[in-house]
Structures are given as C-alpha cells and as structure tokens.
C-alpha cells in the first residue's frame, strides 16, 4: 500500500518547491527575454540547467511528498550537488556574457539571480540531505498498517507476554504502533522476536 502525496512543508519540501520555482524563472526569462537571432552558449546552458533541474526538483518533491527514499539515498546528495556546481557555472558565465549587452543584457541578468536563488535553495537541500545520511537517530520507515486499522480482537492478543523480556508496546499520536526496549533505549517497528 502507497502512501499519498501530501504538499511536504518540511525545509526540504520548501527547498525543493523554491528550486522548481527558480529553475522554471531561469529557463522562461533566458528563453524569452534575448533579443537577438542567435542565442549565446552561455545563454543556452542557463536555459538547458533551468530546464532540466525542474524536472530533477519535481521527481525529487513527489518523493518528499510521499515520504519515500529513492532506492539509493545517495542519488539525491549527488544530483544536488552536481546541479549545485552547474547553476553557480550558469549564473556567472550567462553574467560574463558579453555578447548578451547587445541582446538584451537585463532579461540575462533575471536570469542568472534566479539561476543563482536556485543554487542557493538546491544548497540547502543538500545541506539537509547530507545531514540525513549521518543521522543515526532517524525512524526507520513507517509500517503500511496504523494500529487503528488492525482489528481489536487481534490486538488483545499480543499482549506484553507475547514480547521478549524489556520490550512494551507503545502508540504514536498518529496510531502507529512500535515497540520499545527499556533496558537498551531501542524503538522499532516490528515486532521483536523473542
């Protein structure tokens, strides 16, 4: 059972929305704000990052929004940080850009503070998952099942008896059950074996 997407108001969640924001400013002002018959590289690579990252920000916030993990939580750290280099290489080339004072040097500009605002949100995604990778205090995933949707009678059953010495079963505000032992300060999900 998937769980729903939910808007994610977390500092990753707001980071990532922020990127989809920036990135989707970055390509429209570089694409429609030159003025001349031929785009510059510079131009181009502003266009192509904003582009590109959108799509990267939008993935990345549905997984955020369901409160899933990539398969490797590693993809996210170096993507992030990839596009980190890329949108900082974008902001300043499409800046140095001489070609872009004759060709409408303002629209360049827009674009590279909002190529730069990108950088600076995806900066702090990476801060965030960085910081995720060394947590050693993070809960591991929720089981599919609350405790409210187990039947009543099945929920007797497993009494203190059923569970290894030290082990008590607990609730969590959101009717999620887990277990907790009080010798060795350890909480889990599933049931310990005895």
């Known amino acids: 059972m998937s769980a729903e997407w939910t808007c994610p108001l ?9 990127e989809m924001l920036f990135s989707l400013l970055s390509f429209a002002i570089a694409a429609g704000g030159w003025a001349c018959d031929k785009s510059t590289p510079q131009n181009d690579f502003v266009i192509a990052v ?7 920000a939008a993935v990345f916030l ?6 899933e993990m990539f398969p490797n939580e590693y993809v996210p750290v170096c993507i992030d ?17 001489s070609e872009a004072l004759n060709c409408g040097y303002d629209a360049v500009k827009a674009a590279a503070v909002c190529t730069f ?4 949100c995806i900066g702090v995604s990476l801060l ?20 409210d949707d187990i039947p009543s009678d099945q929920r007797l059953a497993e009494t203190h008896a059923d569970l290894p010495k030290g082990w008590s ?12 032992h009080a010798d ?8 310990p074996s005895k």
């Open 10 to 18: 977390n500092p990753r969640g707001i980071a990532r929305m922020l």
């Open 50 to 56: 904003g582009a590109i990252y959108f799509l990267f």
């Open 62 to 67: 549905y997984f955020e929004g369901r409160e």
């Open 81 to 97: 940080f990839v596009f980190f280099i890329l949108t900082f290489a974008a902001s300043v080339s499409s800046i140095l850009d």
């Open 117 to 120: 605002m990108n950088m600076l």
């Open 128 to 147: 965030v998952s960085i910081s995720d990778l060394f947590d050693d205090d993070a809960p591991p995933p929720r089981p599919a099942q609350k405790l």
């Open 169 to 180: 079963v607990h609730k969590t505000d959101d009717g999620y059950e887990y277990y907790f």
């Open 184 to 191: 060795t300060g350890k909480s889990q999900w599933h049931k």
